[in-house]
T-cell receptor
Framework: DSGVTQTPKHLITATGQRVTLRCSPR?????VYWYQQSLDQGLQFLIQ???????AKGNILERFSAQQFPDLHSELNLSSLELGDSALYFC???????????????FGPGTRLTVL | DAKTTQPPSMDCAEGRAANLPCNHS???????VYWYRQIHSQGPQYIIH???NNETNEMASLIITEDRKSSTLILPHATLRDTAVYYC???????????????FGSGTQLTVLP
């Protein structure tokens, strides 16, 4: 158990809909990262927040957005869903912004999104 | 970030050491080598990291060559539960204030055989 929690575990929805994925980081961790893992793309970084502020963006679509709240939990919002958005979505947390030795990322169990 | 090259798959007998190689010939001086693994669609799990010295923890050992262009992750006594995809990732170790997301490649599918 990494200490990172994600809800829901599974989500099935239809094209065109909007969903919200939730992540609670490990206690004390200030950074939250979101990753997407689809069958054909592997694990791809989407976006990072540090202490409530966006710090980096990766291959995140404009239909996707995220935020980190004062209690440090984060939400990933996916809208106008398409079939290709079906994937595993992982959240990870780390104590600092990134990069300090030993500043590893700890991943949650993921949310499996299925768009029908 | 430096690119890494790993064999797509490897087998190992249960109880034997599993040695997973990684090539990172373009690694630069401040970049660390990290290893993560992912067991069948679970969240990736941190294993170990190092800069230039060999490292050991309760899970594994990391051997980095002197020129730092390659490394080997060693699981000393592999069990069936070690069957997973193992990712070797190179990432700067010293924060410059910018975020350093992990860039995952294809990894090595390690299958531990009974």
């Amino acid at each position: 158990d990494s200490g990172v929690t994600q809800t829901p575990k599974h989500l099935i929805t239809a094209t065109g809909q909007r969903v919200t994925l939730r992540c609670s980081p490990r206690s004390g961790d200030l950074s939250v990262y979101w990753y997407q893992q689809s069958l054909d793309q592997g694990l791809q970084f989407l976006i990072q927040y540090y202490n409530g502020e966006e710090r980096a963006k990766g291959n995140i679509l404009e239909r996707f957005s995220a935020q980190q709240f004062p209690d440090l939990h984060s939400e990933l919002n996916l809208s106008s869903l398409e079939l290709g958005d079906s994937a595993l979505y992982f959240c990870a947390s780390s104590p600092r912004v990134a990069g300090a030795p030993g500043d590893t990322q700890y991943f949650g169990p993921g949310t499996r999104l299925t768009v029908l | 970030d430096a690119k890494t090259t790993q064999p797509p798959s490897m087998d190992c007998a249960e109880g034997r050491a599993a040695n997973l190689p990684c090539n990172h010939s373009t690694i630069s001086g401040n970049e660390y080598v990290y290893w993560y693994r992912q067991i069948h669609s679970q969240g990736p799990q941190y294993i170990i990291h190092g800069l230039k010295n060999n490292e050991t923890n309760e899970m594994a050992s990391l051997i980095i060559t002197e020129d730092r262009k390659s490394s080997t992750l060693i699981l000393p006594h592999a069990t069936l539960r070690d069957t997973a995809v193992y990712y070797c990732i190179v990432s700067p170790g010293i924060s410059s204030g910018s975020a350093r997301q992990l860039t995952f490649g294809s990894g090595t599918q390690l299958t531990v055989l009974p």
